[in-house]
């Protein structure tokens, strides 16, 4: 098989995992996530893994690739708008995020959305397409206004990661969210969120890497044939070669 | 992989060399830390109930910043792997000295002034702080010798090939 019919096998894969950790997020067990522990599991399904898989299987490239004309027209139209550009920096980024977080989790959010079932649904999308934000963000391959470099989306990264393991430990330590259960289910449910969050975290943080290195070997492959071709000309006219040729390879959108 | 490269453009990288070592140096402190005193020992706890909210945010991002330290120090080795201009003694040096920072910074800050956990409980700490805590001032120590050293050979690896 083809390196490109592999690339759409994965996306497939991955659509199919983030569309599965939606529907486990929307029926039971989870949906009527009573306990808190549940609770834990189903936000990290909904809020890290889902956007995760769904900003690898590259939806608004294939929207663009296979949309009527006018739709098309709309769709790149709104990626070139101000909102868009807005929402893919840094700052919107981490307050929608990390922001939604906390104020769900340490205010008595948490306990309203269990009385008001559209609260709890507004929450919900919140939630996802927060993450999905994020996600794009840091991994995402569709076209972005302005891409941030390798540096930045490890710098988010880190703020997003940290910010995520304190509001667990300070869940675990202050018994939050207020009404949200038993200490053992809330400490239990803390714990999984930790845990399961650095999992997804360490998978964002291989997936930006990844990239990186993947675009640093195609400038470096395409230096090196051009001082490939420099050194053929120079012998072809017979001129000497000079000790130092060209300039030292790129180091391009250096991560550390 | 890159046999056309003219030899000049593989000046070892010496700076870069270190920075890559220290990332991993610190990733594998964390990792140390994590597994072996957190998981199978189960001498360090989750949360020490003496736990301050400063402590939390320490700890929070320290632990973050841990393994994301060891995936960008491992992609940076093979990055330099694949330009061939590592410089095997730096990386030590710097997997040395970014080891001992992180244990120090982990036994003097995070178990002592912000009493975040102990290292194990219902023992006499002294013995084990100082084992922690020395280990650590050794690490520093011998990054700092291969520091020193590095300078008169900084010949990167792949030169020989």
């Known amino acids: 098989m083809t390196g490109r019919r592999w690339r759409q096998l994965g996306r497939i894969a991955a659509a199919t995992l983030g569309l599965g950790c939606l529907l486990a997020t929307l029926t039971p067990p989870l949906a009527d996530a009573m306990t808190f522990d549940r609770h834990a599991v189903r936000h990290l399904l909904l809020a890290m893994v889902a956007p995760l898989a769904f900003a690898l299987s590259t939806p608004i490239t294939f929207a663009l690739r296979t949309l009527p004309h006018r739709l098309r027209r709309i769709l790149l139209a709104l990626l070139r708008s101000r909102l868009a550009r807005a929402l893919s920096t840094a700052p919107v980024v981490l307050a929608l995020d990390v922001g939604g977080m906390y104020a769900f989790y340490l205010t008595p959010l948490y306990s309203a959305t269990h009385e008001r079932p559209w609260l709890n649904a507004l929450v919900d999308a919140h939630m996802f397409l927060a993450g999905c934000l994020l996600s794009w963000y840091l991994v995402g391959r569709d076209p972005m206004p302005s891409p941030p470099s390798t540096r930045t989306r490890l710098i988010v990264l880190l703020l997003a990661a940290g910010s995520h393991d304190l509001l667990a430990k300070l869940m675990y330590a202050q018994h939050l969210p207020a009404h949200g259960g038993s200490t053992e289910q809330l400490q239990l449910g803390a714990q999984i969120m930790f845990y399961g969050g650095d999992v997804v975290e360490v998978a964002l943080a291989v997936l930006v890497l990844a990239n990186w290195y993947a675009r640093t070997g195609r400038q470096l492959r395409q230096t090196e044939r051009q001082h490939q071709r420099q050194a053929e000309r120079r012998a072809r006219t017979g001129e000497a070669t000079p000790r130092r040729l060209g300039s030292p390879l790129p180091q391009p959108d250096d991560p550390g | ?161």
């Open chain 2, 1 to 161: 992989m890159a046999e056309s490269v003219p030899d000049s453009s593989r000046r070892p990288a010496v700076a870069r060399s270190l920075t890559t070592g220290v990332l991993i140096g610190i990733g594998v402190a964390a990792f140390i830390d994590e597994t072996v005193f957190h998981q199978l020992l189960h001498w360090h706890h989750f949360y020490d109930k003496s736990t301050e909210t400063a402590g939390l945010v320490s700890d929070g991002f320290f632990h973050a910043g841990g393994w994301l330290s060891v995936v960008v120090g491992l992609f940076m080795l093979a990055d330099l792997q694949r330009r061939g201009t590592t410089v095997i003694k730096r990386v030590w040096a710097g997997g040395f000295l970014g080891w001992g920072g992180f244990q120090l910074y982990d036994g003097l800050i995070q178990h002592k002034v912000f009493e975040l956990h102990q290292i194990r409980y219902h023992v006499d700490l002294l013995g084990y702080d100082l084992a922690w805590n020395l280990s650590a001032g050794l690490g520093i120590l011998l990054g700092l010798l291969l520091l020193r050293g590095g300078a008169r050979s900084g010949r990167a690896r792949s030169h020989r090939s």
